[in-house]
């Protein structure tokens, strides 16, 4: 009779802990919600689409922009200069530029921004036009210099 009563007096707290609104959210959150992200990714083990589906556009455009830059043979060698996220804003594309340690982890290609110190080093430039990025190769220093020129009038943004 002892562990029944116990049993029920348990039973009571339990259901009276879950009654109160926060304890409720609580467990929908963290508990359910962890459960509904495990079913999910179980059925998702490849770590490029996790990569993808955590980052969003910054990884999926960085990793073409890599291999774009690969497939043309110069790879791992390749300094990349970016412009802004506002300037690929106004041109209709959906890229939150990462910052150049960022860019590197995500693809392995060095990046620089606009200001860098090696600016003057890189050797492909990306852009955009139509709504659509267009990675182009510096072959004379008056490209990257106009390109530059075009990107400075786009501030910053984090």
Avoid at 36 to 43: A, C, T, V, W
Avoid at 74 to 102: C, L, M, Q, W
């Amino acid at each position: 009779m002892k562990n029944v009563l116990l049993t029920g007096i348990s039973i009571l707290a339990i259901v009276l802990f879950f009654l109160v609104p926060r304890n409720r959210a609580w467990f929908n959150d963290r508990i359910v919600g962890y459960w509904n992200n495990f079913i999910n990714q179980r059925s998702h083990l490849d770590p490029e689409y996790r990569k993808a589906k955590r980052w969003g556009s910054s990884y999926t455009l960085s990793k073409q922009i890599a291999d774009f830059i690969s497939r043309k043979g110069t790879g791992r060698d390749a300094i990349v200069v970016v412009p802004p996220s506002t300037y690929f804003k106004e041109r209709n594309v959906d890229y939150h530029v990462p910052e150049p340690a960022v860019f590197y982890y995500y693809t392995g290609v060095k990046t620089q921004w606009i200001y860098g110190n090696n600016v003057v080093k890189a050797n492909w430039i990306v852009g955009a036009k139509n709504g659509k990025l267009k990675i182009t190769e510096v072959k004379d220093e008056n490209t990257l210099n106009d390109s530059l020129a075009v990107f400075k009038r786009y501030p910053w943004t984090k």
